[in-house]
Each structure stands twice: as C-alpha cells, then as structure tokens.
C-alpha cells in the first residue's frame, strides 16, 4: 500500500487496491536439519483469492521437518475493510541423511476474519512470489550481524602506518615506549635547578641523537677555526642527555628538549630575565616541576590504549607512531562486490526516453569504503536472470551487492536466481519504510548476498539495515549504538512499519527533512543522521534513536582513558 513516505509496496499491494492478490508461489528449496537429514521442497501454485490482503493480514503458518524444505512463514495483523483472509505455508521434510520432503505453499481469502496463527520459520532456498515474512526492523539488524561469524585473529595482517587508515585493529593496541620517553620541557625558557636567582651557564656543544638536516647540528662560531665553544641556544629537542644541572643553575632549553638531570623546573622565557651580571631572575613565582613534562605522563610501556576493533583514524596514526609503531595489525577489509541492476540507468548525460542515470553506482563503493569494505568492482548487469545468476555464481567477493529487482515485477529475476544457487535466504523482506523489499541470503563458499531496492534512499536503508551490521561483523568492529535526540518537530509514522528519516541537528532538537520519499536524496545529502520512527509516529519533544552516517561518526571503539 501507499505508506507515510509516499512509496507503493509493489505488485501485490498494487494488485490488492483493485481487490486481487496473486498467488504464493515457492521455487526449489533445500535445508539442513537437526539431524543433518535434507528436504527438497516442489512448488505448487494456486489460483488468486478473491480478498485483499494487507502485508501484515492475519493468518495461520505451520511447519514441521527437521528435514527443512520449505519452514514455515506466518505474519499477524488486520485486514482490510474489504475482508481479511488467511495463508498459510506448510514445509514438511523427512529426517535422515539423505530424507526427501516436499514443501506447498497455499492462500484462500475468507470473508471472515482469520485467526492469527504461530508457525516455526524454516531455512530453505528462496521462493518467488507473494506471501514472504517480512522481519521487524531489529531482528533483520540482529540477524545481519550474526550471520558471519567475527574471527579477526584469522583476518589479521601487519600494515604500514601509511596504509593503515581506516581499517579496524585486529588486536590491543599498547604502548611500546613510556611516552614521553624521557623528562622534557613543555615550553621555550629555561630549565632551573632549585631556587633562584640563577647563574645562567652555557650549554656545551653536543652531536644529535639522531641524524638531522644539516642546518640544525651545532656549529662553530666564526673565527674559532671550529674549536667546541658553547652553544647559546641552550638545550635543543632531538639532542643527546646534557650534563646533570647544579643547584642554583639555570640553562636555556627549548620545547620537547630533554630535560638535563637534576634540573627541577622550566620557566618560560617571557616570565624571566637576565641582568648583567649572568643571573636570571623569575618574574613570576616558580613552583617545583612547573612546565614540565614527565616520562611516561600519557602512558607508560605496556599499556593499554586501544582496543581491538578501534577504527584507524588519523589521530590513531600519531598516537601509535609516538607509541613506537611502525606496522599496526589490523582487520583485513571483507571484499564486497556491487551488481547494479537496471536497463533503463545512464552513466552520463541528462535523462531522456525513459532513461534516468545511475545514482547508486557513484554512491555506493564509497559508502561502503566507509563502513570498512574493500569494494573489488562495481558493475552494472543487464535485466536479465542468466546475467545476474553468472555475476553473483562467478563473483571472488565475499558479500554481493544489488541495487533492484528484490520485488516481483517483470524484470524482477533477485529471488529466482537465488533459488537457483540454492542460496540460503536468511531475510527476505524487512518492516522499515523506505526499502522494505531488501533481502540477505547465504551463498556458498562462505559468501553472502545483500539485494537493496532500486530507489536511492530506499537503498540507503538496506544499507544501514542490513549491509553495515554484517560488514562490521566481518571487519572486527564493534556495533556502533544510536544514539537519542530529542524531536523538534512531529514526525508520521507508517502503521505498521519503522521508519528511517533524515535528520538535521539544531539547537532545540532534531529537524526532519522533507525530501524523504524512497526516490529521494536531497534529504539524505544534507542529513547528519537517520531518525528511527517507529509504527505510529513520534511528537514533538519525543526522544528518538538516531543512526550516524558513516562520515559523520569516524572514531569508534572506545577507549582506555
């Protein structure tokens, strides 16, 4: 039906409005059962009821089987005025290693009204057609995530700090050097020895640490045929340990220098003076350890500073490099692969003729290379079932990625060639408005399948739905939570289905966008986040969960501090 949002929920609501449904229809299914016995489910079809069903009618599933073929799929609400109904999906499979089953799928429309049934929802290869369980916006989340198994010990490799940005830590990360390594100066002026006045003392010439540029190696006064005479820049960051400083001593030093040993505060050159007789006076009152930077302040060797599954940002990159890193082990980033479906997109130019660009191809390698992917491809495929089943059977990544075709339209080939890779549909439809006909399936060799709709935001949602919490699985982060804000304006809320709205931060709350529809990004464009809107809505001043887009949220994990 034509929800909140504007979007139309397809060829079965569509169908339901002039008051017929079309039948349920299942294709081939295999399953695994408890005693590790296989079912194979045969389609049947049944002609169409004469009532109208909504997505949520009242209804009645069965399933038996430890065999699985086809479970069960039951869904329970009210019908519409014109009369509910009820369905039914009933999957029954032998027990045994090698049991058959046959699995039948059946809907009869009633005038009465059907009682709301339980049913055990089976694992089997997808159908096509009506009368899919839809999940609630939490379970598909729930499920997206635990449908890989999180082993980043396995996915670990050594990077170069250079390379490093962006992935997640595979392990803790700790500190391998006291930091700072050594008492240094926090600021240009003199380091002191115990109380003042002070004899100012010369610092005697030294040879770096390290190798430096030539420009900044101590050198010679002029005349002095390069005899050592001392150094009236005092103590400079990156030289060697100078000579302990005596009591009642005083010394030019810069910032980060080594503190000289003895030495027991640092008084910044323009809270001192000298006179001409060599001693330096302290215009302000000088407190023991004053502007100093002790060893190990921030943290000392051993450590803990971040945990695993942190993200490498930036300020990560100079926190490990000052800890003593030059590698980082890291999490390696799952290859995903994006298929985009549609003969009527363009790549350039304006629309024209019934052809409209590609918004999802340009939009969705980056975003997800911001949820820690490694995007190998993004292709686009014809409208036809042999051109998407050779994509997604010869693909090397691990998740496959589709923009369309998860509805039931002509061209609509997502669940019939998924059924015919026996792929195993873990979520085939989600109560969330936009984008409720996305899906996720298990493939084989250990990859996945994530089916987006074909409307921009309504991707957007399969995105965040289902595709961030399964990528932070497999990159070894840990789910981000949302966050709450409170509600500016009032929102519309779907009857049954959740919601997601873009969302602006003010001051006196969250604003919701109006170029929200399914087909829509200028909301999302502008968005800091995406406001979850439960069934029914939410007032003004209500508290709602907020979801941060990838680029508004970079540091996550946690921390030790």
Request: hydrophobic share 40%; glycine share 14%.
């Amino acid at each position: 039906m034509t929800g909140q949002d504007g979007e139309v929920d397809g060829v079965e609501d569509v169908l339901a409005l002039v008051g017929r449904r079309p039948a349920a229809t299942y294709g081939p299914g295999r399953g695994t059962g408890p005693d590790d016995g296989t079912g194979s489910g045969a389609s049947r079809r049944y002609g169409a009821d004469s009532g109208s069903l909504p997505d949520t009618g009242a209804g009645t599933g069965t399933g038996t089987g430890t065999g699985a073929g086809l479970g069960s799929r039951h869904e329970a609400g009210t019908a519409p005025e014109s009369g509910p109904g009820a369905e039914a999906a009933h999957g029954a499979g032998n027990t045994g290693a090698s049991g058959t089953g046959r699995a039948t799928a059946a809907r009869q429309g009633a005038p009465g009204a059907g009682a709301p049934g339980a049913g055990t929802v089976g694992s089997g290869a997808v159908g096509t057609g009506g009368g899919r369980s839809r999940r609630s916006w939490d379970e598909a989340r729930t499920l997206a995530a635990r449908a890989v198994r999180s082993d980043p010990v396995a996915r670990a490799r050594r990077v170069p700090l250079d390379q490093a940005l962006g992935h997640a830590l595979a392990e803790p990360l700790t500190a391998l050097t006291d930091l700072p390594p050594f008492d240094t100066s926090a600021m240009d002026g003199w380091a002191v020895s115990g109380p003042g006045p002070w004899t100012v003392q010369p610092v005697q010439p030294v040879q770096p640490a390290a190798p430096v540029a030539e420009a900044d190696e101590p050198r010679a006064r002029p005349g002095s045929a390069g005899a050592a005479v001392p150094d009236d820049r005092g103590i400079l960051a990156g030289h060697a340990r100078s000579d302990p400083l005596p009591d009642g001593a005083a010394v030019r030093i810069a910032t980060g220098a080594r503190l000289p040993p003895e030495a027991t505060a640092v008084i910044r050159a323009e809270h001192a003076r000298t006179d001409r007789t060599g001693h330096l006076h302290a215009e302000r009152e000088v407190t023991h350890g004053q502007d100093i930077r002790p060893r190990g302040q921030e943290c000392r060797s051993g450590d803990p500073l971040l945990p695993a599954g942190s993200l490498v940002t930036p300020a990560v990159l100079g926190l490990a490099a000052a800890a003593g890193y030059d590698e980082l082990p890291t999490v390696r980033r799952p290859r995903v692969e994006v298929l985009v479906l549609g003969d009527e997109l363009l790549s350039r130019g304006l629309p024209h003729d019934g052809l409209i660009r590609d918004a999802l191809g340009p939009m969705l390698a980056p975003w997800l290379r911001s949820l820690g992917a490694e995007v190998i491809a993004t292709r686009r495929i014809g409208d036809t079932a042999d051109d998407l089943r050779r994509a997604v059977a010869r693909s090397a990544a691990e998740l496959v990625i589709t923009t369309g075709g998860t509805a039931a339209g002509p061209v609509d080939h997502v669940h019939p060639v998924l059924s015919q890779l026996r792929a195993e549909l873990l979520v085939d439809g989600v109560a969330v408005r936009p984008g409720h006909p996305m899906l996720l399936a298990r493939l084989d060799r250990g990859r996945h399948f994530v089916g987006l709709p074909g409307n921009p935001l309504a991707a957007v949602s399969g995105l965040l739905t289902l595709a961030e919490p399964l990528l932070r699985t497999l990159s070894g982060r840990p789910a981000r939570e949302p966050y709450r804000a409170q509600l500016r304006d009032a929102v519309n809320g779907h009857p049954h289905d959740t919601r997601l709205v873009p969302v602006v931060h003010r001051d006196e709350g969250l604003v919701p966008l109006r170029f929200s529809g399914p087909a829509m990004l200028r909301g999302i464009a502008v968005a800091d986040g995406l406001a979850v809107v439960r069934p029914g809505g939410a007032r003004r001043g209500e508290e709602l969960d907020v979801l941060d887009l990838p680029w508004m949220a970079s540091a996550e994990g946690g921390c030790f501090t």
